[in-house]
């Protein structure tokens, strides 16, 4: 990436304490924390085996953080949706949102959940007025769900007001390092799960 891409950092790549957007938890990740690990050094395990180096001791601390800070957001933007809508159903109108009506079945299969689960996530959108769910014709025991007209009003002013976000806080990046940050975490997406 380009030099400016790290400007205001120090040269382990750390951000530099006093940022007004920090998490709790924060000032230990920043400090490099009690188990840094120098680079290009390992953490021993038993004998001579090295169970983790540098550079995944650094890729596993900012992960936690981005996941962190992803949670948080996630629950900001639920709540721009609706102030009463649960932070985990946000991931739920996204999907609707993308990928248009789907089966509650597949739902549940995306996010993870159980069946139990997902019928209740989906009671309390429709309370709320985003989403409706009508029978399948091709299986009248499976129900298909989509976005209201008000809940795909709601979710794509979020997602365009969060795009607008990023462009401005990337807009030192140059373009070919967004797409080559989203091509590696897509890329990271495709084995993490497995």
């Known amino acids: 990436m380009g030099a400016d891409v790290h400007k205001g950092e120090d040269r382990n790549g750390d951000r530099p304490s006093g940022g007004g957007d920090r998490l709790p938890g924060d000032a230990e990740r920043l400090s490099g924390g009690r188990d840094a690990v120098p680079a290009g050094d390992a953490v021993p395990a038993g ?24 949670r948080a957001n996630q629950g900001e933007m639920a709540r721009e949706v609706h102030p009463d809508l649960e932070s985990a159903a946000y991931g739920l109108l996204v999907r609707l949102e993308e990928y248009g009506r789907q089966r509650a079945t597949e739902l ?55 795009r607008a976000r990023y462009v401005t806080q990337l807009s030192h990046w140059d373009r070919q390092e967004v797409a080559e940050l989203a091509r590696l975490l897509h890329q990271l997406n495709g084995v993490i799960g497995k």
Do not use: C, N
Not at 56 to 69: K, M, P
Not at 146 to 154: A, F, H, N, Q, V
């Open 47 to 70: 004998g001579d085996e090295l169970v983790a180096d540098h550079e995944y001791l650094s890729l596993e601390r900012e992960l936690t953080f981005l996941l962190r800070r992803a």
């Open 108 to 162: 549940a299969a995306y996010i993870g959940v159980g069946k139990a689960t997902m019928s209740r996530q989906l009671r309390a959108l429709e309370d709320l007025g985003l989403i409706a769910r009508e029978p399948d014709p091709a299986d009248g025991r499976a129900w298909l769900v989509d976005l209201t007209d008000e809940g795909r009003r709601r979710v794509t002013h979020v997602r365009e007001a969060r």
